[in-house]
């Protein structure tokens, strides 16, 4: 395996002295320590798996955050899949720029990648593409874009590669002769081929598996004016702003001519796939409706069409309002069409979903519905054969591979970890690429030959091992699968993450974790959610639970908080922790919660409800429904949520179960975390609880946090939140006499005055 450059390791060691002098908790005996805030902050991530066309390389990139900087980089690796990790290199050595997408050729040895490594200082982003082979060399630049390259793609036949660029809403389709490439042709002799002239430029594209055409989506026309005013700084943002309508085109290479396939002006193509033979196009369209259309919820009121390029007819497949269609899947052989829906396709409703399908030809007669799992069910990929469907969903606090039979409908579950995967199929190579995590392991890319294979843990070829430190350097908690019995008699589970260096029958500090959604579940993945094992470091018992309105527990469990939101959920999340207390696993004058989104709507219910725990920490979490339904991007699920009427129809149903309506039971320290453009669950919503609980006299401070995301958009802000957080239930919890303080993440960003330097192998 290689080693990092000079320059990381520096950058390695100063992290992990500066993590070292963070750590209060002794290290174990085996010299290893506990996780901190700043770890976090450092963990490297592997991705864009491309397998090459003989099935025996996989390209990757490494992305290397530098907190110091709040930059990050990546480079490009290659591995072997039969002897993986150990056959490891690393292929680019960029300090400063960034190198993505790595593409083998057709004809594999050499690959394309994007990459800025060239770009002038005033377009440092700009990217352009790059050959470089597999078995090393100087990479060369084989595009001279003017407003660089955003996204490319070699013809299955090998002769083009085809490639985007342009100005935003004027971009346009390039090709350059693969053939020239593969011999060396210099970039000043390489003259690109302009393919589209299209007045709207050129959005979403594909190729056909014939290479004979390009489709693209496209909108109808540009503003000029709107584009204009903004240009002049007149920068209002319109709510629901009307749009030109996106269509569907097709682009024939060698007429060099485009035909619009979709005329139907009431509706927008918003994503579009394509059959293995090329006949058959499936897209999903929304009504042309300004008020559904470029909304969150667009997905709900979209139907699925099935185009026949033969004759540029088009079948409507679907037609409902408020519930959502995946996208269109084929069958390898192109005789079956599928799709994902609710199990109930009548109205809005949170049901688990099934796969319908039917034959393509079978035009205007019924889908079929298939699926008995009490779970979600998807199409990942096809059998070769076409008789089984394979997906990814949630079994409980795991994720586990799925097969469903297409003639009987029988799910079947194939795998059984204790840990969260999802497996996909590459059609080529005809290989298995496993992305996998569980709680000591990072996540990590490995991949098999055969889908037996994928069934046997220890048959598995280890692709990526992007962060080795953690297993050499960290001493983590115990994590399990917690399972209890709530107020009404059923069984509830969630993920229990015990301190490290856990002494049986000593009584520990609890934090109880909340995870947002509420349709989401927390599961057996590294480092749990809210960085746990930093508190697992610190001597806390962590409980993350899998409370009622979570998904990977059934239907009945999913749905079990429509119409009395916080009650059955509060109960479960309050007899889990009695739970543990009556273990003798947790001290119960010595607890505290957290929560973002749901989670923290859950807290901000909490705090209103008990005052049982020491502290809270809530996380942009509701205080007041009915003013959050029209400040949010979000209106329909949360409507079905609170009874299925609107909040002008029933303002008691939305008031009854909004937290500031009981504002003055709170007594709980309670710190608030936002950010203050949140589209989701709007910084208002914190501001109101926060002048609630100043009001009544309950300790509080409030974090309003830069951006326009549902979640912190940068690293600093993340781990400045964590820092805090923490140290409000320090304070609070724990009576350490000592508040937040800037300096515990100034001091981050400080080198140390003896700096232990750390040798980071490579992956």
Known sequence: ????????EAT???????????????????????????????????????????GKQVLYTLTTPDWKEATSQSDIFVVDVDRGLASTKQLTFTTAKNEAQPRWAPTGGWFVFLSNREAPAAQGGQQQLFLMRADGGEARRITAATAGVSTFEFTR??????????????????????????????????TPTQLTKHATGVGTWRLSPDSRRIYFTTADSVDADEKARRDKKFTVDVRNAEVPVAALWAFDIASRSETRLTKDATQAVSGFTISPDGRWIGFNATPNDRYKRNVTE????????????????????????????????????????????SDDMTRFNMKNRRVYLRDVSAKGQAFRKIGDYDGDHSVNFWSPDGRTIYFSTGAKATTQLFSLDVASGKTTQLTNVDGVLSVSFEEDSKRYLINYQDPTTPPAVFTVSSLDAVKNRSSWVQLTDANPWVREQLSLGETSEYTWTSKDGKKVGGVLIKPVGYQPGKKYPLLVAIHGGPAAADLLSFNGGYGAQTYAGKGWVVLMPNYRGSTNYGEAHKVGIVGNYFPPGYNDIMTGVDALIGQGL??????????????????????????????????????????????????????HYLGDKLPYDDF???????????????????????????????SPQSVELHMGLKRVGVPTELFMYPGSSHGIPDARNRLLKSTAEMAWMDYYVLGSGKKFSWRDVLQTLEDPKAEKKVEIKGP
């Not at 908790?25 to 490297?44: E, F, H």
């Not at 725990?613 to 996380?619: E, L, N, R, T």
């Open 157 to 190: 036949d090998g002769q083009w590669l085809i490639y985007r660029s342009g100005r935003s809403n004027e971009e346009q389709l390039y090709a350059l002769p693969v053939a020239s490439l593969a011999k060396g042709t210099p970039l000043d002799s390489l």
């Open 652 to 682: 008691e149903a939305y008031w009854r179960q909004s937290p500031i309506r009981y504002i003055r039971a709170a007594k709980t320290p309670t710190m608030i975390h936002v950010v203050e453009g949140d589209p989701r669950v709007p």
């Open 586 to 639: 947790v001290d119960s004058t010595k607890m505290g919660v957290l929560g973002w989104s749901a989670g923290g709507h859950w807290s901000n219910w909490i705090v209103t409800h008990t005052n049982r725990f020491k502290a809270i920490s809530s996380g942009a979490g509701t205080s007041n429904w009915i003013s959050m339904y029209a400040q949010s991007d979000m209106q329909r699920n949360r409507q």
């Open 1 to 8: 395996m290689t080693r990092s450059p000079v320059s990381r």
């Open 12 to 54: 390695w060691g100063t992290l992990m002295c500066v993590a070292a002098l963070a750590s209060a908790t002794t290290a174990s005996a085996q010299g290893k320590r506990p996780m901190s805030w700043v770890d976090a902050q450092y963990m490297r991530n592997a991705g864009g798996a491309e397998v090459s066309p003989d």
């Open 298 to 341: 667009e997905g709900i009121y979209a139907d699925v069409y099935l185009l026949d390029t033969q004759d540029n007819s088009v079948e409507r497949l679907t037609k409902n309002e408020e519930t959502s269609e995946s996208a269109l899947s084929f069958s390898p052989d192109s005789k079956t069409i599928a799709f994902s829906a």
